[in-house]
């Protein structure tokens, strides 16, 4: 019987480390990652180029007198292009073989670790640069087409998040009407903000108090000399609050959880594990390395954003 190969259970626990504890992560991304919550996911197929259509708004309520009037609906598309991504590890095959201090497997369990966020990282990346939507406009922008009897509508910010700015994109949104006119009742329970803006989401969406300003007469005032607190009335009317460390300082959105799809990721392939330890591969030979990676191809294109008001500028 031939002797095995040097260290072959060092190899074989190292990739079994890797693959157990990335596999954990990346199945925790894909069904529990943030991105789920304000993202649709599509399946990509065939092509290398991916047709996203959305219908527009639907007939509207109206009194029927007469013979019905039957109304059309604008379809509106665009195409996501096919991309690819990865987060790779190499290790020389000695710091495997020989790793008696433990160092290796922290670094191989380290980096699988990581993989928790993989589509996360990605997803609000490209959410973080205001993507253009169906309707050809950034997603956040002040001049969106297809409102109320062909007029454009505004869904943009100019300050940092607040108990002001919240109040005033919660009456837009509960304000807004779809394409055909209907009022869409729409309730901004979901707040995106960048870690500058956690502790300001969080008070919003769970302090009992607020402050306001206090003037010199105690009227409540925008020039204050003093302050005190009201109760805060958004108090258990957020239902999420989600932290996104990609978001730029002072970014931040609100919107409605019941309209989830303010960006598409569509994966052509769910992010996987890949090693490449065998003792007859090329870079094992030539370079005497082994490889660790994750990749998956993907890709994230913006949505619709009636839903949605904030600041991405």
């Known amino acids: 019987m031939s002797a095995g190969i040097a260290g072959e259970s060092a190899i074989r626990n190292a990739r079994t480390t890797y693959e157990t504890l990335a596999d954990s992560a990346l199945a925790a991304q894909a069904e529990g990652g943030a991105w789920r919550m304000i993202g649709r996911r599509?399946?990509?197929?065939?092509?290398?180029?991916?047709q996203i259509t959305n219908p527009g708004a639907a007939p509207r309520i109206k009194r029927w007198a007469g013979g019905k009037?039957?109304?059309?609906?604008?379809?509106?598309?665009?195409?996501?292009p096919f991309d690819k991504y990865d987060s790779s590890l190499e290790l020389k095959r000695e710091k495997v073989v020989h790793d008696r201090l433990g160092t290796t497997a922290e670094l191989l369990r380290r980096h699988a670790?990581?993989?928790?966020?993989?589509i996360d990282e990605l997803?609000?990346?490209?959410?973080?640069?205001?993507?253009?939507?169906?309707?050809?406009?950034a997603l956040i922008a002040n001049d969106h087409p297809f409102g109320p009897a062909g007029a454009a509508w505004d869904n943009s910010h100019s300050t940092p998040l607040s108990f002001a700015a919240y109040k005033t994109a919660r009456a837009r949104l509960g304000a807004r009407r779809d394409e055909?006119?209907?009022?869409?009742?729409?309730?901004?329970?979901?707040?995106?903000?960048?870690?500058?803006?956690?502790?300001?989401?969080?008070?919003?969406?769970?302090a009992s108090d607020r402050p306001v300003a206090v003037g010199t007469n105690s009227a409540m005032d925008?020039?204050?000399s003093a302050a005190t607190s009201i109760t805060n009335v958004w108090r258990g009317k957020i239902a999420v609050v989600i932290v996104a460390p990609e978001l730029d300082s002072g970014k931040w959105l609100v919107g409605d959880s019941r309209f989830p799809h303010l960006l598409a990721a569509v994966i052509w392939r769910d992010p996987e594990v890949v090693i490449s330890d065998a003792m007859n591969a090329e870079h094992r030979m030539d370079?005497?390395?082994?490889?660790?990676?994750?990749?998956?191809?993907?890709?994230f294109g913006g949505l619709e954003s009636i839903a949605w008001e904030g600041k991405l500028s």
């Open 113 to 118: 670790n990581k993989q928790r966020r993989f």
């Open 69 to 80: 009037v039957y109304d059309g609906s604008r379809v509106l598309a665009k195409s996501v």
């Open 42 to 50: 599509y399946d990509g197929t065939g092509d290398i180029e991916f």
């Open 180 to 206: 055909a006119g209907s009022h869409l009742g729409l309730k901004a329970d979901v707040i995106v903000v960048g870690t500058d803006q956690e502790q300001m989401a969080l008070e919003i969406a769970e």
């Open 123 to 137: 997803f609000f990346a490209k959410l973080n640069t205001n993507p253009t939507g169906l309707d050809g406009k």
């Open 222 to 224: 925008g020039t204050a």
């Open 287 to 299: 370079e005497d390395t082994f490889k660790y990676s994750v990749e998956g191809d993907m890709n």
